[in-house]
């Protein structure tokens, strides 16, 4: 996964370049509704103001891409916000663009090439025939060693759903007979519960000079489910 930042601006150019299937982006999206979010025309800020946040999430059939330019650290509320002259876009592995901003006019200069590697593509399984709440539970996925994190999440309409990280990578993770509780007043209910596996990276360096004045973000994550029935 590539990202790479350039403008039309002499301060502040802007190109965000990434390797990856389908490309879904925001500018600041992310941050809640209810806090006071806030903007800088890109225009206004020099590059080295400046910070780049990409997530890329693959779900086994398509990518989803977030990026977006803060106004100092990629914890800040402030976003540069993209003016006349500067663009984001996107770089298939076919060597399509696919541009995500601001259409660009004049010339742009490309600054850095920033890579985000996703973490290794895995499948996840699960009992195909209804699984007893009170019974042992087996999820099963195609393990992988490095540096990244595990978490599986299990949820539905008839229990109390829950997230756990996973200690290292077992390609596998084991739901005790009794750990599935189910909320209350459904106890007898059968139900769709959805499994779910991710295996993230993330790291804060390894970004292009012109961001490291203030801390980027640059996290893959490979998240896979599975749906089978609990029952009582």
């Known amino acids: 996964m590539i990202c790479t930042f350039s403008n039309s601006h002499p301060m502040c150019p802007s190109k965000v370049t990434q390797l990856g299937l389908l490309a879904l982006v925001a500018i600041g999206s992310l941050a809640s509704a209810c806090v006071k979010k806030e903007s800088v025309d890109s225009t206004d800020i020099a590059t080295q103001g400046m910070s780049l946040e990409f997530h890329v999430t693959n779900d086994g059939t398509q990518s989803k891409v977030y990026t977006a330019l803060h106004v100092g650290s990629y914890q800040s509320l402030v976003w540069a916000k993209l003016s006349t002259g500067d663009e984001l876009v996107l770089y298939a592995p076919d060597g399509n663009q696919h541009r995500l901003g601001v259409l660009a006019s004049g010339d742009k200069t490309a600054y850095g090439t920033n890579t985000l590697v996703l973490p290794p593509s895995f499948t996840i399984s699960a009992p195909a025939a209804a699984a007893s709440r009170a019974e042992t539970l087996k999820l099963s996925w195609t393990r ?5 994190e ?3 999440a299990v949820d539905g309409p008839c229990i109390i759903g829950f ?3 996973v200690i290292g990578d077992p390609g596998e993770y084991v ?9 209350g007043g459904k106890a007898s209910e ?10 993230t990276v993330s790291t804060n360096s390894g970004f292009s000079a012109e961001f490291s004045k203030h801390p980027s973000n640059a996290t893959g994550i490979q998240i896979r489910t599975v749906l089978l029935d609990s029952k009582p």
């Not at 739901?175 to 909320?183: D, F, H, T, V």
């Not at 059968?190 to 295996?199: E, N, Q, S, Y």
Request: hydrophobic residues 25%.
């Open 190 to 199: 059968t139900c769709k519960v959805t499994a779910t596996v991710t295996r």
């Open 163 to 165: 997230t756990r990280q």
């Open 175 to 183: 739901i005790n007979g009794g750990e599935l509780k189910p909320i």
């Open 144 to 148: 992988s060693d490095g540096s990244h």
């Open 150 to 152: 595990m978490r599986v």
